[in-house]
């Protein structure tokens, strides 16, 4: 009787259509990050934090932009958007039938994401927490000494990504999408690589930063990871790209 | 009822004088935030609009580049013509203002001898500050140790919070052609 209704009342919590995606809780741990930080390349705590389930869907970002208008493409300022957002939607407050309302919202700016979050009482998650979560396959938590894993991750970003079924499993955590068609913002990737421009200038580092250098990467080994890092940090915050999306984190009370 | 209605109608009057044309899409003061500066006032960031501005982020706790952004930016400001002195306002935003009180603001301000009329210190919400961070171009990353490293840049904004340009702080002197685009773009009719 007790079990049943822990059940009926975990189900209320996610069945409707209109409440947010529900978050799951992500154990904190040790994590060696395929990034190294200004801290060296050794295991770093991560601590513990909620993750939204799945990427945030074309229909939340819909009812999004419809209470707050002023992130509809044709109100947007430029400073936070480039001329692509959204701009494959039917019209300025609905993606129309050509775009699956479910499947991740994508050509959305990072200061969009952002804003996203924030009106959910929620954040983007830090690097950090997004390669914690994602180093995790259905089994496993940390599945990346796995080679042929690691290898199939280099389809990120693609119709071939190893998450891209909308039945694909969800992993250790219970988290979905990860390594999906869309690519995820996170709220720290502009910090994610020194400046481009000053690299290999010891000097310029120093002057630049005020403290140590920029990062580096702990494992050449991880490609995939490598190459998901590289993009990001290729992007301005005002860009957008037709497959990167984002989903939110909590941070635990 | 009627000094109600004066009241109001003024106070709109007033919003709207305070408003000004709809501001241009690429100004980085159509991000809404609120602030604080050193003598705890508290005031809106698209409240710099209206004058051309310096601006930078920095944290009180540095001891290496965070003195020279104020240095270099006394200098710029030593370095400008008396009637173009007082066209131009800095304002350097906290990007630790757990930490960043306007007391310790206030203490910034009165050891380099600031000019309260025309510098402002700033300590932003604690969740504005990557979005201005990121609208400014300015990298930033906490450290374990409760530092940060962060880009150090002067930037120009004009009178309507555009980016006219930006020059790194390498040193106690601010870069000669930063120095003289200043000068050109106050020195232009606008």
Redesign the interface.
């Known amino acids: 009787m007790f079990a049943a209704a822990v059940v009926w009342f975990a189900l209320m919590g996610t069945s409707s259509p209109t409440t947010q995606a529900d978050f799951v809780e992500v154990p904190g741990g040790e994590f060696r990050s395929t990034v190294r930080s200004d801290a060296g390349d050794g295991p770093r705590t991560v601590t513990g934090f909620a993750m939204s389930r799945r990427p945030v869907t074309v229909r939340e970002y819909e009812r999004f932009v419809r209470e707050q208008p002023q992130w509809r493409r044709d109100r947007v300022p430029s400073l936070v958007a480039d001329r692509a957002y959204l701009a494959h939607w039917h019209s300025a407050d609905a993606a129309g039938s050509d775009v699956d309302p479910d499947a991740p919202v994508t050509q959305v700016s990072w200061f969009a994401a952002d804003a996203y979050c924030n009106s959910i009482d929620a954040r983007l998650p830090d690097w950090a927490e997004w390669e914690y979560v994602a180093a995790a396959d259905a089994t496993r938590r940390d599945a990346r000494g796995d080679s042929s894993w690691r290898a199939r991750l280099f389809d990120d970003g693609t119709p071939r990504a190893v998450d891209a079924r909308v039945d694909s499993p969800a992993n250790a955590y219970g988290v979905r999408g990860l390594h999906g068609t869309a690519w995820e913002w996170v709220g720290d990737y502009a910090s994610l690589l020194g400046n481009a421009d000053k690299r290999g200038s010891n000097d310029g580092d120093r002057l630049q930063f005020c403290g140590a250098s920029g990062l580096s990467f702990a494992n050449s080994d991880d490609y995939a990871v490598l190459k998901r890092v590289a993009l990001l940090s290729a992007m301005e915050p005002r860009s957008t790209l037709g497959n990167l999306g984002f989903r939110c984190v909590r941070s635990s009370p | 009822m009627l000094q109600g209605f004066l009241l109001s109608l003024s106070l709109l009057l007033a919003a709207t004088a305070t408003a000004g044309p709809a501001?241009p899409?690429?100004?980085?003061y159509?991000?809404p935030a609120s602030m604080t500066d050193q003598s705890g006032r508290v005031l809106a960031w698209q409240d710099l609009r209206g004058k051309p501005v310096v601006v930078s982020m920095?944290y009180t706790n540095?001891h290496?580049?965070?003195p020279l952004i104020i240095a270099s930016g006394k200098a710029l400001q030593k370095q400008l013509p008396q009637d173009q002195q007082s066209a131009l306002d800095f304002a350097v935003v906290s990007i630790d203002p757990a930490r960043d009180t306007p007391a310790a603001l206030a203490e910034v301000s009165q050891q380099h001898r600031l000019d309260n009329a025309r510098w402002h210190l700033l300590r932003p919400e604690a969740?504005d500050v990557?979005?201005l961070?990121?609208?400014l171009g300015v990298?930033?990353?906490a450290?374990?140790d409760g530092?940060?490293?962060?880009?150090?840049v002067l930037i120009l904004l004009d009178r309507d919070g555009r980016i006219v340009a930006r020059s790194?702080?390498?040193g106690l002197q601010p870069d000669p052609a930063f120095v003289s685009t200043v000068r050109e773009h106050l020195a232009a009719p606008n």
């Open positions: 501001l899409g690429d100004s980085v159509n991000l920095f540095c290496l580049m965070c969740r990557r979005t961070a990121s609208a990298r930033y990353r450290q374990p530092s940060f490293n962060h880009t150090s790194e702080v390498d």
